[in-house]
């Protein structure tokens, strides 16, 4: 009797020993499956994100010209610069004033018409639907923004054609400074709410029609169903399609420089478009740099509110 535990023993120390190799060489096997898969991802990352945006900071402390030999280092001078510089100021609250207006009109439209397209039963229609505000988003943005020049033509354009259809005069899109935001706001909208709208219907349809039905049973209306229901459980799509959209928009170029490039007036002058006047038309690399990073600093902080104050703390 007593050498029979003896036996278990001994036979059961090789087992885990075993055990152990085993799931040591599967976790060795999973590190290198992962350090393989992600090595060519970080290495692109660390080239084309990384390395430019160290190299833009640093330029911005140089009178940069790539035309000329030496380039010598001023310090904080490009900064000091930007605060006396009229045009930069005033391209500062334009690219503000685009964002505020056109990604909370982009959220909302997007939102609606995803509810709208997601109410459809038949399969083939609200697939239809989804294609038809989708293509816009294929077309490049500078495409779209030559066809929307001709649309605003004051003389032959399609708005005033229509206007005038109707006993109306017309109206200068690009030309007057009241007007022309808006007008750059109305084509941008159209060029990028297939994206959103796709992202959105994605998120409706991952919420339980269950929750519908109970409060359907309870007599909640469709207006107390999208508060209560859809708008909290959309929440995390939600917060990923404002950050992606304010990104884009603060970095919004071609409408800019296709449309009225940047005026009248400076009033549709962005940050993007100033900091490519300054790096390719004066040859400026160094203040254009500055801008840059002024950008990026203002990009970086709004994403870290957004990240901050929109977490959802729901789950189903």
Known sequence: MSSIPETTSTNSAPKVKVKKKGKSSQIKAQNRFVFFSLTPIMTLFLVFSVIPIVWGL??????????????????????????????????????????????????????????????????????LFRTIYFLPCIAPLAGSAVVWSTMFNKDTGLFNVILNSLNMPSVDWLSDPAIAMYSVIAMTLWADIGFNIVIFMAGLDSIPKMFYEAAELDGANRWKSFWNITVPLLSRTTLFVTIMTCLSYFQMFPQFQILTNGEPQNETRVLALNIYDHAFKFMNMGYASAIASVLFVIILIITIMQLKLGKSQWEY
Do not use: C
Request: aromatic share 16%; hydrophobic share 50%.
């Open 58 to 127: 640093v330029l911005s402390f140089y009178q940069y010209n790539a035309l000329e030999e030496h380039s010598p280092f001023i310090g904080l001078q490009n900064y000091r610069d930007m605060l006396k510089d009229d045009v930069f100021i005033k391209s500062f609250w334009n690219t503000f004033k685009f964002v505020i207006i056109a990604v909370p009109a982009n959220i909302v439209l997007t939102l609606m018409i995803a509810i709208g397209i997601n109410k459809i039963r038949s399969k083939v229609f609200r697939d």
